[in-house]
């Protein structure tokens, strides 16, 4: 387990790594549920969004062949010439050398985006006999992470080969579970398989929490499933204190590129994401599951 006095020392040697201007904190976040529309992509967009706030600089990258935190960031992933699918293509071809992280387009000088279209959709095939082919993002990520305080992937949902490579490439991750029923029916089967990825190929990877998303407050339903979730990971999975609570103009955000802070600043969701800023920051850094 990482100490305090490990985590410092990392942070000394990244920091020096990035020309030692400030301490840098260079985490590699997976934001996870195999179930659809649970609010990954908005979490990775407007978390990225209130971590720049914080003065942070991050970069986000998008790992669903929907392409909708590239289209969360302004940019159009049919218009793309190259694309996440570039950079794991590489490293199955052996007749080249592996390509670097690319392309990284900056949305805003602190806020960077690796983005994704369709084209990932055949990669889960090709992987099957790439070499190493749970550790690509990783590898693809090591040169460029000492360069971001943040680094926040955007899984699809699904448990593929590409999630195993961003479960393999965190140090921390965010389940994003709806406050739904049907919605929190399998959120053990996505424990169970992170807990797989930390006992066979990433020891230092740590549940940060899990984040109630979408949360209609005014219904009894949402408190039930809010109360059963804490009651139910008490003893060992964090739920962060931050509730994302449905707010309809969210729906508008990705329409026009940017995230809710940008749109409406003053908002009770951006709030809330500046909020969940605030929690990651102040959480002990420790691994495996919280302390
Ligand atoms: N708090 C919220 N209030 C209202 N709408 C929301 C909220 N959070 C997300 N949404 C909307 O719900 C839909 C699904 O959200 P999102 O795309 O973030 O989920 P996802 O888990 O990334 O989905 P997928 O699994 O398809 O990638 C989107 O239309 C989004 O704008
Ligand atoms: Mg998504």
Not at 170 to 198: F, S
């Amino acid at each position: 387990m990482l100490d305090l006095k490990t985590f410092r020392n990392k942070d000394i040697q990244n920091a020096f790594k990035s020309g030692g201007k400030e301490l840098s904190v260079s985490k590699v976040y997976a934001i996870a549920n195999q179930k659809g529309g649970v609010g990954k992509t908005t979490t990775t967009r407007n978390l990225g969004a209130a971590l720049v706030e914080r003065g942070r600089t991050v970069l986000l990258i998008d790992l669903d062949q929907q392409g909708s935190l590239t289209a969360y960031c302004g940019v159009d992933p049919e218009a793309l010439n190259s694309s996440i699918y570039n950079v794991f293509a590489s490293y199955i071809d052996f007749n080249h050398e592996p390509v670097p992280l690319s392309p990284i387009i900056s949305i805003t000088s602190k806020l960077h985006l690796v983005p994704a279209n369709e084209e990932l959709a055949a990669l889960d095939l090709e992987l099957i006999h790439a070499y190493s082919r749970e550790e690509i993002l990783k590898k693809a990520l090591a040169p460029v992470k000492a360069q971001y305080d943040y680094i926040l992937i955007d899984c699809p949902p699904n448990l593929s080969l590409l999630v195993v490579n961003a479960l393999v490439a965190a140090t921390n991750v965010i389940v994003t579970l709806q406050t739904d029923y049907l919605a929190t029916r399998g959120v053990n089967r996505l424990i169970k398989i992170i807990n797989a990825v930390q006992t066979r190929l990433n020891p230092e990877l740590t549940i940060d929490g899990i984040l109630l998303t979408m949360a209609d407050l005014r219904t009894r339903h949402a408190k039930t499933i809010i109360e059963r979730t804490r009651t139910n990971f008490e003893n060992n999975i964090l739920i962060f204190d931050t509730i994302t609570k449905l707010y309809a103009p969210l729906k508008d955000t990705p329409i026009i590129g940017q995230s809710i802070l940008d749109l409406d600043s003053t908002s009770q969701a951006s709030q809330s994401f500046r909020a969940l800023a605030k929690e990651i920051e102040s959480l002990p850094s420790t691994v495996n599951g919280g302390s």
